[in-house]
């Protein structure tokens, strides 16, 4: 399974950006998705998850500024990124779950200016 991120970017703070993760496998309405995200000197931690049939969950910290979504005809996750902080910074990762497979993208730079 191949996953491939793209979308990131230069953004002032305040902006928005729209990161997608196109998955190369059939069946992907199965599988569970979620970004991650690691800024330098820091731990990958999760943004946001969408599990299969749509349900989405977010860490406390990550609620309000991010919407994660998915096209399952499109085989395409997405994380809809609004009021950018500078801590926002970081390389964000989609990942899929699937049968106990874990599966990652390599990553889309994310850059938040002050």
């Known amino acids: 399974v191949q996953l491939q991120a793209f979308g990131g970017g230069l953004v002032q703070a305040g902006g928005s950006l729209r990161l997608s993760c196109v998955v190369s496998r059939s069946a992907f309405s199965m599988y569970d998705m979620a970004w991650y995200r690691q800024a330098p000197g820091k731990q990958r931690e999760l943004v946001a998850r969408?599990?299969?049939?749509?349900?989405?969950i977010y860490p406390d910290s990550m609620k309000g500024r991010f919407t994660i979504s998915r096209d399952d005809a499109k085989k395409t996750a997405y994380l809809q990124m609004n009021s950018l902080k500078p801590e926002d910074t970081a390389v964000y990762y989609c990942?899929?779950?699937?049968?106990?497979?874990?599966?990652w993208g390599k990553g889309t730079q994310v850059t938040v200016s002050s």
């Open positions: 969408i599990i299969s049939g749509g349900s989405t």
């Open positions: 990942r899929a779950d699937l049968g106990g497979g874990v599966y």
